[in-house]
T-cell receptor
Framework: TQLLEQSPQFLSIQEGENLTVYCNSS?????LQWYRQEPGEGPVLLVT?????EVKKLKRLTFQFGDARKDSSLHITAAQPGDTGLYLCAGALGNMLTFGGGTRLMVKP | SQTIHQWPATLVQPVGSPLSLECTVE??????LYWYRQAAGRGLQLLFYSVGIGQISSEVPQNLSASRPQDRQFILSSKKLLLSDSGFYLCAWTENTEAFFGQGTRLTVV
């Protein structure tokens, strides 16, 4: 059983469309991060959210941490082919960093 | 600045052979270190983590083991590989719970 559930698992959209990826858990996390991974490489940190209800923006990406610090969402506006990749959420519990199952995004030109 | 090195990048090993993957971190002291395994296109499964020299916590019972002989060195080992050990192995260190990953090792057991 995955501690962090990500949805959807796969997403294929056209360039210019908007999308939202969800990360849900029954556990409360001290912080939650989003990573993006290219094939054959390690994940790269995009953002960390710490406070319940926090919203962070990174260009066309908007990240939100749930009020209860159990869930998070990633919204991409006007997706571009360069956004293609595997998006992973990760929750921190003490020294442990637990990852979700990932969302594979493909943006077609 | 901190850097993490992981090698080799790719490895093809026969079933029953031993394994040793090495990870070293530069530019920081007493880091928390992690080994993850990733199935194709999926999330990361935590295998081992270490908060200090000789301190190893195992998350998944299996035929893999880990050791931390030096502060900034983390080694993943196996005495006899299984086909199911194939995957993408990632080493990481954390700062304030944010993880920084190595380039990964693609292991294929044949």
């Amino acid at each position: 059983t995955q501690l962090l559930e990500q949805s959807p698992q796969f997403l294929s959209i056209q360039e210019g469309e908007n999308l939202t990826v969800y990360c849900n858990s029954s556990s409360v996390f001290s912080s939650l991060q989003w990573y993006r991974q290219e094939p054959g490489e390690g994940p790269v940190l995009l953002v960390t959210v710490v406070t319940g209800g926090e919203v962070k923006k990174l260009k066309r990406l908007t990240f939100q941490f749930g009020d209860a610090r159990k869930d998070s969402s990633l919204h991409i506006t006007a997706a571009q082919p360069g956004d293609t990749g595997l998006y992973l959420c990760a929750g921190a519990l003490g020294n442990m960093l637990t990852f979700g199952g990932g969302t594979r995004l493909m943006v077609k030109p | 600045s901190q850097t993490i090195h992981q090698w080799p990048a790719t490895l093809v090993q026969p079933v029953g052979s031993p394994l040793s993957l090495e990870c070293t971190v530069e530019g920081t002291s007493n880091p928390n270190l992690y080994w993850y395994r990733q199935a194709a296109g999926r999330g990361l499964q935590l295998l081992f983590y270490s908060v200090g020299i000789g301190q190893i916590s195992s998350e998944v019972p299996q035929n893999l083991s880990a050791s931390r002989p030096q502060d900034r060195q983390f080694i993943l080992s196996s005495k006899k590989l299984l086909l199911s050990d194939s995957g993408f192995y990632l080493c990481a260190w954390t700062e304030n719970t944010e993880a920084f990953f190595g380039q990964g090792t693609r292991l294929t057991v044949v």
